[in-house]
């Protein structure tokens, strides 16, 4: 058996799955990359869902970082981050992206503490790289608005 899939949990789960990240701190990064722009709700939502697939993508790769070393916690080093920020620091809120974290791996996976911060500080720069470039997107089209099509715009062009 491969590590992949001992790691993986859900695998066809993640097509419906729901949106654990709330909305409003999502909004806040696209508001700060928007400048004088709106935001629409279905912005924050599809950047949300974007996100958390993205982070349960990481934490996928993190356990077979972790599963290498011989271990079922999860830490900063397995998303590649050395130097861990503060919580105060970010934006995204740790615990639902701790349930982020879990969404695609095996129940016998931990996600310690700073693991769980290090990915919220992976995740918040990603949202800013998408909302900046949705935002740009909005600017192009000549819209006050930035819109759901604006970050799915993103993602056909650059993913």
Not at 51 to 57: F, Y
Request: charge should be negative; glycine fraction near 4%; proline fraction near 3%.
């Amino acid at each position: 058996m491969r590590v992949t899939e001992s790691v993986i949990r859900y695998t066809d789960a993640t097509v419906c799955m729901s949106v654990e990240l709330p909305f409003a701190p999502v909004d806040g990064i696209i508001r700060r990359n928007a400048g004088e722009l709106r935001v629409s709700a279905d912005a924050a939502e599809e950047l949300a869902r974007r996100i958390q697939s993205h982070g349960a993508d990481l934490a996928v790769d993190a356990a077979e970082r972790a599963t290498a070393d011989g271990r079922k916690t999860l830490m900063a080093a397995d998303f590649g981050v050395e130097q861990v920020v503060t919580r105060e620091d970010l934006t995204l809120p740790v615990a639902p992206i701790d349930r982020i974290a879990r969404l695609r791996i095996d129940d016998r996976y931990r996600v310690g503490v700073d693991a769980r911060v290090a990915l919220a500080d992976i995740l918040e720069d990603y949202a800013d790289n998408v909302a900046s470039a949705a935002a740009t997107l909005a600017r192009h089209a000549d819209r006050r608005t930035v819109q759901a099509e604006d970050i799915e715009t993103y993602f056909a062009l650059f993913e």
